[in-house]
C-alpha cells in the first residue's frame, strides 16, 4: 500500500537540467523506480552520456536542448510531443548562477541567469501545457515541479543577486501557476534545495563547507536520495493534493536567522 503511494512507475518524465547535480539526483530516483524519463541539458555529449548511465537502471533518453531561448524550450516540447502523447512530470531543474561583488556585477548576468532560471520555466511549461492535460486524471493530476532555493528564501553569504532574486521569482510563478493550471488537472509546486553536492554548488562549497554544516540543524550537506525523494514525493500520489507550496530541502538551514 505504501508503495503504490509513492509509486511513479509507469509515468513519464521529462528533466531540464538532467545530466549534472540536482537534476541528475532526480531523474536517477525516477528511472531506479520505474519511470521513463526524458532528461535535458544544453551540452549534447554530457546529455547522452548521463542517459545511457541511467539506462542501465531503467528508461531514460537523451533531448539536449539550449533553453535560456523560447523558441529552443519550443522545440524541446515538439520533441516530447513526437515521442509521447502525454507528460505526467516537468520537472523544471535547469539553472545558471552567477558570483560576483555588487561593485562589479555585470548586466549580462540578469540576463543569462534570469533567462534560464525565471523565463525557461514559464516557457516550457506553457509549451508542454497539452501534454500535461493529456496525462491528468481525477485524483491523479499531473505534476510541474521547479527547483528554486533556498537563496530565493533568505539572503545568502555569497554574492549572487540575479540567482537569489531568480529563485525568489520562480517560487512566487509557482503560486501563479499553480493557481491557473489547477483546473487544467495540473499541480505546481516547487523544491527549495539547501547545499547538495553539484558542480554549481562547488565553489560555495569550498569556501563554505564547515560554516553550512556548523549553521546546518540537521549537520551535514544533502545526499542525493534526499532531493529523489521529495521530487518522487511531489509527483506520486502521495503528493496529489499539493499545489503551490515551496518546500525547502535543506536540512533545516532557512528557519535558521
Known sequence: MVNDLF??????ALV???????????????VEHGARVYISS????ACDGAAAELSRAGACVSL???????????????EIAAREPALHVLVNNAGATWGAPLAEYPESAWDKVLAINVKAVFHLTQALLP???GAARPGDPARVINVGSIDGLRVPLWE???????KAAVHHLTRALAVRLAGHGVTVNAIAPGPFESKMMAETLQQFRDAIIAACPLGRIGE?????????????RAGAYLTGTVIPVDGGLSIRP
Open 64 to 78: 539536449p536542448a539550449d533553453l535560456s531561448s523560447e523558441a529552443e524550450a519550443r522545440r524541446l516540447a515538439q
Open 16 to 30: 531540464t537540467g538532467g545530466s549534472r547535480g540536482i537534476g541528475l539526483m532526480i531523474a536517477r530516483g525516477f
Open 224 to 236: 542525493p536520495e534526499d532531493m529523489a525523494g521529495a521530487a518522487i514525493f511531489l509527483a506520486s
Open 131 to 133: 501534454l500535461l492535460e
Open 160 to 166: 549572487s543577486y540575479a540567482y537569489s532574486a531568480s
Open 7 to 12: 509509486s511513479v512507475r509507469g509515468k513519464v
Open 42 to 45: 544544453r551540452k549534447r555529449e
